[in-house]
């Protein structure tokens, strides 16, 4: 019974996270090691949003002041980009 009753708020949980994020609704194509981190990341920003105000924190008003530009770091295993290469062209023709 207690097993029965973890997996019902586990499975929740999933629900709840799967209705926020449209990444986790569908099949993936990425690796399992990218996915794991597509997760982590999901119930990171759930919990942030939840512990700061809910949905409204995304429509929380900023100063230019504190609008900080962005920092672009390159990690080869985060896909950045599809690039068309001769061979796959030459392949679609």
Same mark, same amino acid.
């Given at each position: 019974?207690?097993?029965?009753? @973890?997996?019902?708020?586990?499975?929740?949980?999933? /629900?709840? #996270?799967? !209705?926020?994020?449209? #990444? #986790?609704?569908?099949?993936?194509?990425?690796? *399992?090691? !990218?996915? /794991?981190?597509?997760?982590? @990341?999901?119930? #990171?920003?759930?919990?942030?949003? !939840?512990?700061? /105000?809910?949905?409204?924190?995304?429509? !929380? @008003?900023?100063? *230019?002041?504190?609008?900080?530009? *962005?920092?672009?770091?390159?990690?080869?295993?985060?896909?950045?980009?599809?690039?068309?290469? @001769?061979?796959?062209?030459?392949?679609?023709?």
């Amino acid at each position: 019974m207690k097993h029965a009753s @973890a997996r019902n708020v586990i499975e929740r949980g999933f /629900g709840v #996270l799967k !209705m926020r994020w449209a #990444l #986790l609704r569908d099949t993936s194509w990425y690796s *399992p090691k !990218m996915v /794991g981190l597509f997760f982590t @990341a999901c119930c #990171l920003l759930h919990n942030f949003i !939840m512990q700061n /105000g809910g949905a409204d924190v995304f429509t !929380m @008003a900023y100063t *230019p002041t504190e609008v900080e530009e *962005p920092v672009v770091e390159t990690n080869n295993d985060i896909p950045g980009g599809v690039q068309t290469t @001769a061979k796959w062209t030459q392949f679609r023709q």
